[in-house]
């Protein structure tokens, strides 16, 4: 079994008016590629910070390879030169060429001789691409030859663990490709590498494992085909199908069913649906719903509708789940209302299990 390079347990950061990471916990093996993505706001950059101290924990602790390092009397610096971190802004140094970016750390902090750290450097500005760069100055350069110097900078001190908080988010889609080709690159070499990122497609084939977070916590984690092909929790699933989501919980008879088919509306014009369809599930909503479930149900009950919006697909599909005794709802409406759910509708599916009905459809 691979060695544990980093271990996290109970990491908590908290800012006077919000807290990203609430309980984080995790164990990354050396050789590991980690990505790690999720909404914006959720904690991902924060996380990275904290492992490499650029923030202080409130709460928890970290150890790089067995080593405390969020206790009082850690070594930091010595923890900074076995872990680099690339950032989303490139951080370079405008009054140092290229290679004097890449040679600076190296020469000073390890005592590297300037020969020596030169002839590195010049081999990592060739296995990214850049060596006719090496005299340049970083505003000669495009941003995503930025960033390649960037990562050549990271490796110039050996490190054991790469950072990468979203490296291509700063760049013109242009020039994405090129900064994601020298991350595979050393992914293929067995780096232990931790990145956060919004490219989809490139986490799923380079990572060996995937950290989905919200909620101030690594909310779900697996391999990749785990993770976009079978997510097990359902935010999972509405963040890697690019789902925009209506969610309406409903407890008693008295709700508010003016608010809900308005906001509801609301919701479809700002996804851009057409107008057609999202009058077809204001539809389905007042014919399933009001016409049936509601009625149906004692005093207090709890049901949730779900109307869910592909962007890539360009399809809604709504969901109705609550609790009781076995309710299909199309079995309960008139002949009229059949026709017309038939016309608005399709795929229509109804499960019981466990106590819970769950109905789910497409709109037309």
């Given at each position: 079994m691979s060695e544990t390079m980093i271990t996290v347990r109970h990491l908590q950061k908290v800012y006077p008016n919000v807290t990203p990471l609430k309980d984080v916990n995790t164990e990354i093996k050396r050789g590991e590629v980690i990505s790690i993505i999720g909404p914006s706001g959720t904690g991902k950059?924060?996380?990275?910070?904290?492992?490499?101290?650029?923030?202080?924990?409130?709460?928890?602790?970290?150890?790089?390879?067995?080593?405390?390092?969020?206790a009082a009397k850690a070594d930091v610096p010595a923890l900074r030169r076995k872990m680099g971190m690339v950032f989303q802004s490139f951080n370079l140094f405008n009054h140092l060429s290229v290679i004097q970016n890449i040679t600076a750390a190296p020469i000073d902090l390890l005592h590297v001789p300037k020969e020596k750290a030169y002839e590195r450097g010049m081999e990592l500005l060739r296995t990214v691409g850049l060596a006719d760069k090496a005299e340049s100055y970083p505003d000669e350069l495009s941003g995503g030859q930025?960033?390649?110097?960037?990562?050549?900078?990271?490796?110039?001190?050996?490190?054991?663990?790469?950072?990468?908080?979203?490296?291509?988010?700063?760049?013109?889609?242009?020039?994405?490709?090129?900064?994601?080709?020298?991350?595979?690159?050393?992914?293929?070499?067995?780096?232990?590498?931790?990145?956060?990122?919004?490219?989809?497609?490139?986490?799923?084939?380079?990572?060996?494992?995937?950290?989905?977070?919200?909620?101030?916590?690594?909310?779900?984690?697996?391999?990749?085909?785990?993770?976009?092909?079978?997510?097990?929790?359902?935010?999972?699933?509405?963040?890697?199908?690019?789902?925009?989501?209506?969610?309406?919980?409903?407890?008693?008879?008295?709700?508010?069913?003016?608010?809900?088919?308005?906001?509801?509306?609301?919701?479809?014009?700002?996804?851009?649906?057409?107008?057609?369809?999202?009058?077809?599930?204001?539809?389905?909503?007042?014919?399933?719903?009001?016409?049936?479930?509601?009625?149906?149900?004692?005093?207090?009950?709890?049901?949730?509708?779900?109307?869910?919006?592909?962007?890539?697909q360009g399809r809604v599909t709504l969901r109705l789940c609550y609790d009781g005794s076995e309710l299909n709802p199309l079995e309960r409406v008139d002949e009229v209302s059949q026709k017309l759910l038939a016309r608005i509708t399709s795929d229509y599916l109804y499960t019981f299990s466990d106590g819970m009905n769950r109905v789910e459809m497409s709109i037309a």
């Open positions: 950059s924060t996380f990275l910070r904290c492992i490499n101290l650029l923030e202080k924990p409130t709460a928890g602790e970290i150890l790089i390879n067995g080593l405390p390092i969020t930025k960033q390649r110097v960037a990562i050549a900078r990271t490796l110039a001190m050996n490190p054991e663990i790469v950072l990468f908080d979203e490296p291509t988010s700063a760049l013109d889609p242009t020039m994405v490709g090129e900064v994601l080709s020298v991350i595979r690159n050393l992914a293929r070499q067995g780096l232990t590498m931790l990145i956060v990122t919004h490219e989809m497609r490139f986490a799923r084939d380079v990572s060996t494992r995937i950290f989905y977070m919200d909620e101030g916590v690594i909310y779900e984690e697996g391999r990749p085909d785990e993770i976009f092909e079978n997510p097990k929790k359902e935010k999972t699933r509405q963040f890697i199908n690019h789902l925009k989501v209506f969610e309406e919980d409903i407890t008693n008879h008295d709700f508010d069913f003016v608010s809900v088919t308005s906001r509801l509306e609301d919701f479809g014009r700002k996804q851009q649906i057409a107008q057609k369809t999202i009058r077809n599930m204001q539809l389905a909503f007042e014919e399933l719903v009001m016409q049936v479930l509601i009625p149906s149900f004692a005093a207090s009950f709890n049901l949730t509708f779900t109307a869910e919006y592909s962007e890539e």
